[in-house]
């Protein structure tokens, strides 16, 4: 019935499209070519703050994201589609369009009417229809000037609560989360009063690893979480703070207080307190140990310490007093425990008692920690929040970007190009991308034949927009692939690095990988080296007879991937094909009979199959392209934050290719 519809509405609707198609293309064209060219002229026109247009346009920073993508990213549900481009619109005016501009927007042309011709429009097809019509109005209204600078001190203005309060009933109500619209800052402070339930007999496998004959384990346990709610979008929040203590049910046997980050879905090394004191010689955080100790069950002196102290109070010898307090949480029993922020790192206070600190970890700071959440067996009384910033200290790529001249990407090459690598990235991820042109993009800007580029489609945001406008001037390092940024689209910059590495770069190798990514370009070398060169390769962590997950989140569908299994294909975060695999896919795409799927590292190993069964290709496999996180003397390393790179860079300067594990 569905196709039924659509079949209706395309015959419908068909003769306008292509009109509208064709107009908006042009117009697109323009807009792109002015947007890069002219920003001094659209700057003339709408002086930024200068007129109450732009003034009206301030983007309140406590709201949720702008509305405009958020229907695009649909979820396909029909089977994988084709997409269409008609020839490149540089090559229709090419008076109009210079070096310059093509390196910096994607020759990636979307063209529906295409599609609409063949009668199939499936959900995904749509979305990549609605993310090219939204990256048409972002980029228009970034060209008019209308998605200007908001005035520093009107992005101050917008204000948030000093404190903020909750009773349990309150917060269950607001799904188990606190919002904290302008996040913390130094000095904030969080208090709790809440229950922990009595221990369950808890069955989850990933809880409770229970042994043969096992019945089952009691466990009682809480999750207290600070996230970053407004960092990311289509991915769980990083955790800024996991704090995780567990009363009963821990395979030690127990009771402990763990404590960690969680940045892409990479856990760090977690904090045990077990309750011994730190040792001496362990860093401190503002002068706190990390862990204090507490007194264990099979601790038989309790009595007696008890009999000291009095004895130590009367007799008047404060010094060598040493007071041992029990574990701070009981089943059933109420407690005040308040998490506050300090210099180096988070306090945790129960009943007016230090019992640990954590030290800031990832690259997130106090100002991301937008959300507080508790799950786990615990009734919750009350929450509050207090010494809030009142403001939003601007927002995060002031802090991240550091415009320095060493940083900016030289030119393209004349000369011929070994490998191009295109790296993925999304809009607000300013932090990630100056890690990595502070760490490993090093290596491609002093070398004259490896040419390395930010792959970035147009965010929701309108101030995201015009500061990734902004880094694009300065550092000349993006591409900019003009769709509106969707999850499921990351394919279309796929698609958009093979586009610009083969034909605007010539480069002979084209590499992919994500902005987690810490390349050690050398090895990625020496190993694609191995292969003759004549010869077409696909080299990377190669993945054979894997199946598409079909449950839970991040299920796959039947319609979307109808095959049992997956082709062999190399994981994400990093893989390298030659240059006449990356002309068969852009040809492929231009003759509108590519096949997509939304998970780019599958597509691609779906097209090096089909390209292979013309001419053979030659499939090098290295674990040493790290999936999921590092191991020493890694080719690739995933999921590193930009403190990891920095501190891997560090390392590989003094030749070590060492992970950094924080
Ligand atoms: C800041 O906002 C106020 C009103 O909200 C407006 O009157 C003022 O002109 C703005 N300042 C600038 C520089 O745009
Ligand atoms: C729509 O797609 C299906 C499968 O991809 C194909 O079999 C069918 O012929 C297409 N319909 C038209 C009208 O092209
Ligand atoms: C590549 O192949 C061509 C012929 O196909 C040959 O002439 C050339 O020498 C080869 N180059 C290398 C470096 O092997
Ligand atoms: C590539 O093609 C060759 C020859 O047709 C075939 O033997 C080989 O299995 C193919 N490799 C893959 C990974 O599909």
């Known amino acids: 019935m569905m196709i ?13 499209q292509r009109y509208l198609q064709i107009l908006i293309s042009v117009t697109l064209l323009y807009a792109v070519f002015l947007f890069f060219e002219f920003p001094v002229i659209s700057r003339r026109i709408h002086p930024p703050g200068g007129s109450g247009a732009a003034a009206a346009l301030t983007v309140p920073l406590d709201s949720e994201e702008e509305t405009v993508v958020k229907s695009a ?65 972002l980029f228009e209204e970034l060209r008019s000037g209308k998605a200007s600078d908001t005035p520093k001190e009107n992005r101050t203005k917008e204000t948030c609560p000093h404190s903020i309060m909750l009773n349990g009933e309150g917060f269950k109500n607001g799904g188990r989360v606190m919002f904290l619209p302008c996040g913390l800052t130094l000095g904030s402070h969080i208090t709790l009063v809440a229950k922990p339930y009595r221990a369950h007999a808890e069955y989850d496998p990933k809880i409770a690893t229970l042994k043969e004959g096992d019945e089952s384990l009691m466990v009682s346990q809480f999750m207290m979480e600070l996230q970053g709610l407004k960092t990311v979008d289509g991915e769980d929040p990083p955790r800024i703070l996991h704090l995780n203590p567990r009363l009963k049910g821990d395979w030690s046997g127990r009771p402990v207080i763990e404590q960690n980050t969680c940045y892409r879905m990479q856990w760090g090394t977690a904090q ?54 029990p574990y701070p949480f009981v089943e059933e029993k109420l407690f005040v425990l308040t998490l506050s922020a300090g210099l180096e790192g988070y306090h945790v206070n129960v009943d007016g008692r230090h019992v640990t600190s954590f030290p800031y970890r990832t690259s997130f700071v106090l100002e991301d920690a937008t959300g507080l959440s508790l799950n786990g067996d615990l009734d919750v009384h009350s929450i509050f929040a207090a010494s809030l910033p009142a403001f939003h200290p601007s927002f995060a790529p002031q802090r991240s970007l550091e415009l320095l001249p ?57 101030d995201v927009n015009v500061e990734l406008k902004k880094e694009s001037e300065y550092f000349g390092d993006i591409v900019v692939v003009p769709y509106a940024d969707s999850y499921d689209l990351v394919v279309l910059k796929t698609v958009a690095i093979c586009e610009y590495g083969f034909r605007t770069v010539k480069a002979r190798y084209i590499m992919k990988c994500d902005d987690d990514t810490f390349v050690r370009i050398d090895s990625v070398m020496k190993e694609i080296k191995k292969v003759p060169v004549n010869k077409s390769l696909y080299v990377g962590n190669i993945n054979y007879y894997h199946k598409p997950l079909r449950y839970g989140k991040w299920a796959v569908t039947y319609e979307e991937w109808p095959e049992e299994d997956y082709p062999p294909y190399a994981n994400g975060p990093g893989y390298v094909v030659s240059s006449d695999i990356a002309k068969f896919i852009v040809s492929e795409f231009e003759k509108h009979a590519l096949r997509l799927f939304k998970m780019e590292d599958v597509s691609m190993g779906m097209w090096v199959e089909q390209f292979n069964s013309s001419r053979p290709v030659e499939y090098v496999h290295s674990p040493k392209f790290c999936q999921f996180g590092c191991i020493d003397d890694y080719y690739t390393a995933h999921y590193q934050s930009p403190r990891q790179m920095l501190c891997m860079w560090g390392k590989l300067q003094e030749g070590k290719s060492e992970c950094c594990n924080m």
């Not at 940083?407 to 090459?413: E, T, V």
Request: proline share 5%; glycine share 6%; aromatic share 8%.
């Open 4 to 16: 039924t519809r659509s079949k209706l509405e395309v015959t419908m609707t068909i003769g306008r």
């Open 73 to 137: 990213p649909v979820r396909p549900n029909k089977q994988s589609y084709r997409l269409s481009q008609s020839a490149a619109p540089r090559h229709h005016h090419p008076g109009l369009l210079n070096r310059h501009f093509s390196s910096m927007v994607s020759g990636l042309v979307f063209n529906p009417a295409q599609n609409a011709a063949t009668g199939n429009f499936s959900e995904l097809h749509r979305s990549a229809r609605d993310a090219w019509e939204v990256g048409l109005k």
């Open 272 to 325: 045990r307190c077990e309750g011994w004191k730190s040792r001496a010689d362990e860093e401190t955080v503002d002068g706190q140990v990390k862990c204090e100790k507490w007194i264990h069950d099979d601790d038989s002196h309790s009595e007696e310490t008890k009999a000291t102290w009095w004895l130590n109070r009367l007799i008047g010898r404060k010094k060598e007093v040493s007071i041992e307090w």
């Open 406 to 462: 060493k940083w900016q990407a030289p030119p393209l090459p004349d000369g011929p190009v070994e490998i191009f690598i295109g790296i993925l990235s999304a809009g607000n991820h300013f932090a990630e991308r100056m890690a990595v042109r502070k760490s490993w993009m090093e290596s491609a800007r002093k070398s004259p034949n490896i040419v390395a580029r930010f792959f970035v489609a147009l965010h929701g945001r309108k």
